[in-house]
């Protein structure tokens, strides 16, 4: 729930990319992925020609040693804004060499949350980015389902 209890976010942990050689790093200290995303792929708004899916990363930026978020598809010097509580909690099972891709969603006026048609196309969004990550249908290389670190089972 946000600080001024007026709305709720929700997220979902899609996949995690670990980073290695091949991942390269733009001005800002941001992991550039290799996307195989094709357009009109997905309906909707796009960004340079590409479907945005509005899909979101989380990563260790070694330059200054903390946790960065960043939209997958748009490059930005925003990166340094604090994270998040939501944010904030994941980190703190996230492993530091890898890219962890999530979608968020706003609601407001908790807790009726009287557009429950919102959460459903959300969770069915989720699962279908999920899906296409996995199968490297949005991002090339490596992707793997979400992980979890220092959490016992």
Not at 56 to 83: C, F, G, I, R, V
Not at 117 to 125: G, K, S
Not at 138 to 144: C, E, F, S, W
Request: with cysteine; hydrophobic share 35%.
């Amino acid at each position: 729930m946000d600080e001024d209890r007026k709305a709720v976010r929700v997220l979902r942990y899609l996949a995690e990319i670990p980073i290695d050689a091949s991942i390269e790093w733009d001005k800002y200290s941001r992991p550039v992925l290799p996307l195989s995303l094709q357009p009109e792929q997905y309906p909707g708004s796009e960004r340079n020609g590409l479907p945005d899916i509005y899909i979101s990363m989380l990563y260790w930026n070694k330059a200054n040693d903390q946790w960065h978020t960043s939209p997958l598809l748009k490059e930005t010097a925003n990166d340094m804004h604090p994270l998040r509580p939501i944010e904030e909690e994941l980190v703190k099972r996230f492993n530091k060499v890898a890219v962890h891709l999530y979608l968020m969603d706003h609601y407001f006026h908790p807790p009726m949350l009287d557009d429950a048609v919102r959460v459903d196309e959300f969770l069915a969004r989720c699962d279908t980015c999920q899906k296409d990550l996995i199968a490297g249908k949005i991002t090339a290389g490596k992707v793997l389902p979400p992980q979890f670190s220092g959490i016992d089972h």
